[in-house]
């Protein structure tokens, strides 16, 4: 305070202390009778005192703008709610997001459980269910496990669409219907266990009167013999036989022919009788095994003499197998 000029100036109050420094005179009077301190009078509540230049001071309102007025960030609990914009509206105390990066979003309180927010403009989402149909919604293919199993009618309708095989992996299908035309699938005892024949026929001018004949096996023209051992089939395979199908080229006119199917020498219960007047007979019923390797013949017995008739006998086992022979 050098620079400045006292002369005159009347200063009140204040005293000397013990050690020599002045006190009570760090007054607002005192301070603008010295130059130091604006006027006083007029003053607006308030306003803080501001360095307006390099010598001179000013009251007035703190500028939070003016980086050399204010240092530091003013806590929380002093600051004011402030307006917001962008995305949010409200203030600070109570703010709402109203976009999401520019997205408008629908307000809660009526939302559905369960929905999810999906695209439903170039910038608004909508809540809803997902849209599988949709292939902007979904990509790839959801795992089995996370799946629920398809229906009977959903597996044969995929089953109906199929472009190639389709492996099981070693399992079968089970609770098939009958196969009844060109095309369906076939049961298991529909094919092991379907009718099959053997034949077998011999030719000759009786089938043997009053006298045991056999049939030669899968001969064509040879003569019905008195022998069995020249007559004889051996069995590839298991069967079981279920009846005989017997045809001749001329009936018998007073006497029947008894057919009967042998196994090793012995008659079975495989039989079937031609009655007078018939060329054909089939009996059916009968349940023979056969083990694989068994030795089979077919008798014939004419009960009578009809020599005038010139019979042909042709002759067939029926069979199922046990297993696809």
Request: glycine share 12%; with cysteine.
């Amino acid at each position: 305070m050098a620079d400045v000029d006292h002369s005159g100036t009347s200063i009140t109050g204040g005293h000397t202390n013990a050690d020599g420094s002045n006190a009570g005179f760090m007054t607002a009077a005192n301070f603008t009778k010295l130059g130091l301190y604006p006027t006083v009078s007029g003053l607006t509540t308030g306003q803080c005192i501001r360095a307006t230049g390099a010598a001179t001071m000013a009251f007035g309102a703190l500028d939070l703008a003016n980086s050399s007025a204010v240092t530091g960030v003013l806590p929380k609990a002093n600051q004011g709610a402030q307006d917001m914009g962008g995305d949010c509206s409200g203030s600070t105390a109570a703010c709402t997001v109203a976009k999401v990066n520019g997205t408008t979003y629908p307000a809660g309180g009526s939302l559905t459980t369960g929905t999810i927010p999906r695209v439903t403009g170039a910038a608004t989402v909508a809540y809803g269910a997902l849209d599988l149909a949709n292939s902007s919604a979904v990509t790839g293919v959801l795992p089995a496990a996370n799946r629920a199993a398809p229906t009977a009618a959903e597996t044969v309708t995929a089953l109906a669409s199929a472009a190639s095989s389709i492996a099981v992996n070693s399992q079968k299908f089970t609770g098939l219907a009958a196969g009844t035309t060109a095309g369906d699938s076939v049961r298991y005892e529909q094919f092991t266990g379907s009718a099959h024949m053997l034949y077998g026929w011999g030719d000759a001018a009786a089938p043997g009167a009053n006298a045991d004949r056999f049939c030669t096996w899968g001969s064509s023209g040879a003569t019905i013999s008195a022998t069995e051992n020249i007559s004889q089939f051996c069995a590839p395979f298991a069967f079981t036989t279920t009846g005989i199908l017997n045809w001749q080229n001329a009936a018998m006119a007073t006497n029947t022919i008894t057919y009967t199917m042998r196994i090793a020498g012995v008659d079975t219960a495989n039989t079937c009788v031609l009655n007078v007047g018939s060329t054909t007979v089939l009996a059916t019923g009968f349940s023979v095994a056969v083990a694989q390797g068994d030795i089979l013949t077919m008798k014939s017995r004419e009960n009578g003499t009809e020599t005038a008739v010139t019979a042909k006998p042709r002759v067939a086992i029926i069979y199922k197998t046990s297993a696809a022979a």
